[in-house]
């Protein structure tokens, strides 16, 4: 089947620093990806679309000046936390969709973000 | 708009117990999917099953099945046979057809003892 490689896994950092997270279509080309958000203990959250080529789309209430979201190429999306403060610990996690007509899903193994 | 609900939290059963998980979803579109992903302690999600809206036939996979009801709107998740292993978070997820963006539940954790 299809991996997703998202990296890194884990990712301890200070406050006000910034964190990039990558996402990787390892044997097929990623037209959209999407990234989650998962708090401790609670469901997991779409905070953006990603679309190679152009501008992710941001779910209502996620700051995309705060979540940049670079899908520079069709096997790679990055997620950078800017600026990270301890309220943005949480799990982050990737999933990534082939062609526009394929409803087949891929998740990433996550990321754990820890803002000391 | 989208919404899936998972109303039990927390479920705790002995091996080999069955134990069924429920998820209701609400959604205007005509034409959706339906998954199930396990997530165990590694965090990372394991795909179970993706259904369609207009298959409403129930499907059995090993000890796992699922139970589609499109007239209450639900898609329940039954383990025959529980084992330690099944010992996870379960998710409940609805996406339109073509979007790829899923709507999650909150979540079951199911605890399974010896």
């Known amino acids: 089947g299809a991996v997703v490689s998202q990296h890194p896994s884990w990712v301890i950092c200070k406050s006000g620093t910034s964190v990039k997270i990558e996402c990787r279509s390892l044997d097929f080309q990623a037209t959209t990806m999407f990234w989650y958000r998962q708090f401790p203990k609670q469901s997991l959250m779409l905070m953006a679309t990603s679309n190679e080529g152009s501008k992710a789309t941001y779910e209502q209430g996620v700051e995309k000046d705060k979540f940049l979201i670079n899908h520079a190429s069709l096997t790679l999306s990055t997620l950078t936390v800017t600026s990270a403060h301890p309220e943005d610990s949480s799990f982050y996690i990737c999933?990534?969709?082939?062609?526009?007509?394929?409803?087949?899903?891929?998740f990433g193994s996550g990321t754990q973000l820890s803002v000391l | 708009a989208q919404k899936v609900t998972q109303a039990q939290t927390e479920i705790s059963v002995v091996e080999k117990e069955d134990v069924t998980l429920d998820c209701v979803y609400e959604?205007?579109?005509?034409?959706?999917?339906l998954f199930w992903y396990k997530q165990p302690p590694s965090g990372e999600l394991v795909f179970l099953i993706r259904?369609?809206?207009?298959?409403?036939q129930n499907e059995i996979s090993g000890r796992y099945s699922w139970n589609f009801q499109k007239s209450t709107s639900s898609f329940n998740f039954t383990i025959t046979a529980s084992q330690v292993v099944d010992s996870a978070v379960y998710f409940c997820a609805l996406s339109g057809v073509n979007t790829g963006k899923l709507i999650f539940g909150q979540g079951t954790t199911l605890q399974v003892k010896p």
């Open positions: 959604t205007r579109d005509t034409t959706y999917y």
């Open positions: 259904r369609n809206s207009f298959d409403e």
């Open positions: 999933s990534a969709r082939g062609d526009l007509n394929s409803e087949k899903l891929f």
